[in-house]
């Protein structure tokens, strides 16, 4: 789970910062669009890299969710008997809704790809205009889209307070210290990302990116 | 008053070495015979209780190679009471090379058991102490250690060294759980047959030899007989008899009452301590008492009100003047740190006079305000902080703000089943080992002793003395069909069948209380002729009716916690009504039996060496008389002179 | 103070079990929880009806062997609190109070409130001991003990195997109870020849039992009555990614 989800958190990153370049202009951010086809090249043809980081990120999204399946299904085998007593939550929130909270995250990277990369769902939907395509997407028109775009960013965010904490668990963080560190890291690293990626929908829906 | 007993002939210890003492435990260890290690597999040895002196015999057995069926009736060894045990663990290391020796732990432990040990003994216990801690090290017991990486040292108890090695105050969990981890790796390797849950209820003996016992699975009800080569009772105290004590729920004497009715004798039954700094009661509903560890009497005063009339008025409202330090009053010198038996009852004194505080009047004050106006609130904290806050969390009183409240409670039994230097009991076959023997403590045990004694006897002792007597094996193998094995099963299930066929109108523990409350009251911090025959008679008739009135409900053939208490607390009335007998014959005060006719002018224990300098082993009443008859073992100190205590 | 308490019963490891309500009256608040079902078993007994089987012993918070779930917290609202130091100063007079066993399959119930803890043996057979064979230790002083690693090793070895961290982790995970062994053993410098095997072992002998995988939700160190840190689970995993990697 940590080392799968460690390299998802990686890309989300990258994916974050490269969004961030649509504040630059139309030109700048198809630009850099393009480029994303051409990283290897000319030792790659066109386009391979791309492929090869989506295998890798596929393979890490298909771990990820089979060790959580193999966990998921060992709890549940774990406690055959629920409690009639509904326990109380004693830890944190962000923990106990990693399950439901990475489905969530699933459903939205589905629809994600559907709506901006095959642009399957996209109302402009023309390949190499990226910007265009993201500008349509978050129009004020369409606010169900965003709506259901920022819960799922902020899904994200919660899988993430508790998902980096846990990484570093489980890769063997253990001093008291540290760990206050570790937790402070995963929630200024968790509400970047979320500010990063809601910054686009809602720059488009006050019209600063049109 | 001889009515309640038969004097039988004395006995002598036959196993006991002789010529210099620091020489009889070599003596004796080179004398016994040895076993093959090829022929230790075909040998088989029962270990009842996991406790310190069960767990670390039974870990150490299956190493030597022996096959070990181990019984505890907890659902797991490491549940056992040492596991409570929170001062430390006495060895004569001498590491603050303060004075200490092996010779010097003798003779405290002889001294502060009122002359009423065996030498050979204690002795041997000091010798294996400094093993003990070795040992436990090596098996990774946390203990306390300094800023140079070396084992901390405490003084405990009043003793002049700092001997005792402690692990903050959960000494005896650590140590339990160090001979919980040697027995449960023994367990992986198939070397201990490990049975949780099942409670011993009877002793086999074939040919005059014990053989075996006959358990029942707690869980099923089952019943079943477990034949070996050497039965080992490891079952620790007694002091559940009065009900109320710092005991866990579960200890019982059933294990030992069942091999001293097959004929193990019992020795010194009434030899009880009690703890001076317990948290009283609170009411009917108490179950249990807890202890306080004895070092708050370091820095804490204990004190009552002047005036009987003052007792209900809360602390703060009694002014300096109107307070009785009793213990500094009376013991000057010693002052609150005086030895257990005297700091009890003493406390129990005060209240007898109407002066004690709190519930029913049974309580006086553990003051700490001295204390924090001399040190600070932060130097008490640092020193006492769990204490206090275990004080605050069952009575709900904060002790920094009001004294605490003390009670004493019974704690630990001396007593137990007479063994000799082996640890043999009269029972050939069947050995005794810690807190369920008699052997090493006198009248009276030091703080931090018990530990060592269990480990000693585990670790170091029974491992070379059961030895010896397994040489003579492996035994005949006996056949469950065999008659007395049929007996002692059919005796179990029949007693079983009995208490649930009552069907009364009284619940076991109500009982169980009334019991307590007569040994309380006559048989515990001060004992008289009268109270004692009173009591006899008290229990003779509660036993009475217990067989008629008790209601055990369910069935046999399930897990039934009532049906378990109704055979220990059964045990109880006869061993209670023993402990009487004891007290009763016994016209002298020593260690923790004090008679009130055998004090000095100025109400101090008064021992009489001339007439009582032996340990009272008893024969189980089985003749058509009904009472138990009396065995001496003389005592001779040839190291340690008998002295009077005095803490003036 | 009179309350109510609803209590799962289950006569046998076959029974289904069911929560049933009883009324307690005139409890004073000085009782501990135990206490106050011994008062309850009394009156059930005199009923004719079958008393509540529960598991307990030293009644002084050390034994480990008391296991409720009180009002879906294992051993109730206090911190750091085994139920038999549990008070009824803590409840007020009319509540109702829901006490249930610990739920696990690797602690399946025996009667009522009463489970079978054998797993937690299982897991210190695997590997929870260092090899000290007696007789064969050295001076105790031959080997100096850091007092920072002493007392950390102390503190997790104050686990008194209870199991409420297993009741309280929705995983049904015993990893705290594990890594607090594999901890107290790990920092002492005689622990150092088994530790990779240990770690290994204990850990294999916990998913053996049926136990759940854990995900740092921490639930359990927030029941401990020890309060043993969850940062030991960190020290497990180090432990275990060390051991693995030396077998490759």
Known sequence: MAVTGLLLVGFLYVHMIGNLKIFFGEETFDHYAHWLRSIGTPLLPEAWYLYIQRGVLTVAVVGHIVAATILARRARLARPVKYAHRPKVQGSYAARTMRWGGVIVLLFVIYHILDLTTLTLNPHGVHGEVYRNVAEDFAPGRWYVTLFYTLSIVAVGLHLRHGLFSAARTLGQQSPRSAVVVRAAALVLSVTLVVGYLSVPFAVLVGLVD | ?648 | MDIQVRVWRQSGPTDTGRMVSYDVKDISPDASFLEMLDVLNEKLILDGDDPIAFDHDCREGICGACSMVIDGTAHGPEKATTTCQLHMRHFKQGDTIDVEPWRAAAFPVIKDLVVDRTAFDQIIQAGGYITAPTGAAPEAHATPVPKADADLAFEAATCIGCGACVAACPNGSAMLFTAAKVAHLGLMPQGQPERDTRVIDMLQAQDDAGFGGCTNMGECSQVCPKGIPLTLIGRLNSDYRKAVRKQL
């Open chain 2, 1 to 648: 008053m001889a009515d309640f007993w038969n004097d039988g002939d004395a006995i002598v210890d036959t196993a006991a070495p002789e010529g210099p003492i620091e020489n009889r435990w070599e003596k004796r260890k080179f004398s016994a015979k040895l076993v093959n290690p090829a022929n230790r597999r075909k040998l088989t040895v029962i270990v009842v209780g996991t406790g310190l002196a069960g767990g670390s015999a039974a870990a150490t057995l299956a190493e030597a190679g022996y096959h070990v069926k181990s019984y505890c009736y907890q659902d797991s060894p490491r549940r056992a009471h040492s596991i409570a045990a929170q001062g430390g663990i006495n060895a004569a290391k001498n590491y603050r090379n303060d004075g200490d020796s092996i010779y010097r732990l003798f003779y405290d432990t002889v001294k502060g058991g009122d002359f009423r040990a065996r030498e050979s003994n204690v002795y041997r216990l000091a010798s294996v102490s400094v093993n003990i801690i070795d040992q436990c090290v090596a098996q990774g017991v946390p203990f306390a250690r300094e800023y140079g990486g070396l084992l901390d040292n405490r003084s405990f108890g009043g003793t002049q060294v700092s001997r005792t090695f402690y692990a903050r105050g959960q000494t005896g969990q650590q140590l339990l759980l160090g001979a919980y981890q040697a027995m449960e790796r023994q367990i992986g390797l198939g070397n201990i047959e490990m049975n949780a849950r099942h409670e011993m209820l009877e002793l086999i003996i074939v040919e005059g030899k014990a053989r075996g016992i006959v358990v029942r699975d707690m869980v099923t009800g089952e019943i079943t007989t477990e034949m070996a080569d050497a039965v080992v009772l490891a079952s620790g105290g007694y002091g559940n008899v009065f009900f109320l004590s710092t005991n866990a729920k579960g200890c019982n004497v059933t294990a030992s009452w069942r091999a001293h009715r097959k004929g193990a004798l019992f020795a010194n039954p009434c030899y009880t301590q009690i703890h001076p700094t317990c948290i009283p009661e609170s009411g009917t509903h108490q179950s249990k008492l807890t202890l306080m560890s004895e070092s708050l009497r370091n820095d804490g005063r204990v004190w009552v009100p002047k005036d009987a009339a003052d007792c209900q008025k809360p602390a703060a409202d009694i002014p300096e003047e109107d307070r009785d330090y009793y213990l500094e009053r009376i013991y000057p010198s010693f002052g609150n740190l005086v030895p257990r038996d005297i700091a009890s009852r003493a406390a129990k004194n005060v209240c007898d006079e109407g002066r004690g505080v709190g519930p029913g009047g049974l309580g006086v004050y553990l003051d700490f305000a001295d204390a924090i106006k001399r040190l600070g609130k932060k130097a008490v904290e640092a020193k006492y902080g769990n204490l206090f806050e275990m004080y605050q969390r069952i009575t709900g009183e904060d002790p920094y703000a009001v004294p605490m409240r003390i009670y004493p409670a019974v704690h630990y039994t001396m007593g137990g089943l007479w063994v000799d230097y082996d640890l043999q009991s009269t029972i050939p076959g069947l050995f005794v080992v810690g807190e369920a023997n008699f052997s090493d403590h006198g009248a009276n045990r030091l703080g931090a002793s018990a530990l060592m004694q269990g480990l000693g006897d585990g670790y170091f002792v029974l491992p070379t003395t059961l030895g010896n007597y397994l040489a003579s094996g492996p035994y005949e193998k006996i056949s469950e069909d065999h008659e007395e094995v049929v007996a002692a099963r059919n005796e179990v299930e029949s007693r079983i069948k009995r208490l649930l066929e009552i069907d009364g109108d009284r619940t076991v523990d109500s009982f169980h209380r009334e019991l307590g409350h007569i040994m309380w009251e006559y048989c515990g911090m001060e004992r008289t002729e009268e109270g004692l025959t009173k009591a006899i008679g008290l229990i003779r008739s509660l036993k009475e009716e217990f067989w008629q009135r008790v209601k055990v409900p369910g069935t046999g053939e399930q897990l039934n916690q009532n049906l378990e208490k109704a055979g220990r607390v059964a045990d109880f009335f006869e061993l209670g009504e023993l402990m009487c007998i004891d007290a009763l014959h016994r016209r002298e005060s020593c260690g923790g039996h004090f008679r009130a006719e055998s004090q000095t002018p100025d109400g101090e224990a008064l021992r009489h060496d001339d007439e009582f300098s032996y340990v009272a082993a008893w024969e189980y009443a089985t003749g058509e008389s009904g009472k138990p008859t009396l065995h001496k073992e003389p005592l001779e100190f040839e190291y340690v002179h008998p002295s009077t205590r005095s803490y003036k």
